[in-house]
């Protein structure tokens, strides 16, 4: 069997239409199929309200710093992203020139919408399972039943349901634990969590989680 080999200056012309394409790929918002959440590479980068090279920053982000995109856009002939922090935290806009797609916790880039919170909603689950909750405050651990389901680069939502019936939405983006579903309990955003030993250890309101990593991610 005869292997045709590209010229070489084909197969570099090549390489530059996939790095093209990857480029432009980046700089699309997520519900256009671009990157979920972007990184800061270097330590150029300034967070801006207003995407102008004059604008007084908002905050000097760091390598390796993380934030949602909101979709990238021209001003005065240089790429800016519209980008927020995850969680609490400021708005604004960064060069492009210091960002690229950030890669979540179970090692994939994800790109469009976040789904997880959809398919929970209609039951479409990837695992199923148990951890230790507590429903009041002060109440010892126990057991409850847990579903997850996932959306790829960290992104999650759990539903954990109490023995007596009553579920509660978590939600996780990045790997990070964001909030609780609202509930007559609370709004779902009184909350403290820790990572200890491979497992999120989660305060919402009144109510207390164990939750594996490994369940959440899928790694």
């Known amino acids: 069997m005869r292997t045709t080999l590209l010229p070489l200056a084909a197969a570099l012309s090549v390489c530059a239409t ?3 394409l990857e480029h432009a790929h980046a700089h699309r918002a997520p519900d256009e199929g671009g990157p979920r959440r972007l990184e800061v590479v270097g330590t150029e980068a300034r ?12 905050a000097r982000p760091t390598p390796g710093d993380v934030f949602a995109n909101e979709g990238c856009a021209s001003f005065d002939s240089v790429l800016w992203c519209r980008v927020k922090a995850l969680g609490k935290g400021p708005r604004g806009h960064i060069e492009a020139q210091h960002l690229r797609p950030a890669q979540g916790p179970d090692g994939h880039v994800p790109t469009g919408l976040d789904t997880s919170r959809a398919r929970a909603r209609t039951g479409d689950f990837d695992a199923r399972g148990e951890i230790l909750c507590a429903q009041e405050q002060g109440q010892s651990l126990g057991r409850c039943k847990a579903a997850v389901a996932r959306a790829r680069g960290g992104d999650a939502t759990v539903v954990v349901t109490f023995p007596n019936g009553f579920a509660r939405q978590l939600y996780f983006t990045h790997g990070r634990f964001m909030r609780g579903s609202a509930t007559m309990s609370g709004v779902g955003t009184d909350i403290d969590w820790s990572l200890e030993a491979g497992i999120y250890v989660v305060r919402v309101d009144d109510q207390a989680f164990e939750i594996p ?6 790694r």
């Open 18 to 20: 996939f790095v093209a």
């Open 213 to 218: 990593v490994d369940f959440v991610l899928g």
């Open 47 to 58: 967070l801006v309200h207003s995407p102008s090279a004059r604008a007084e920053p908002l």
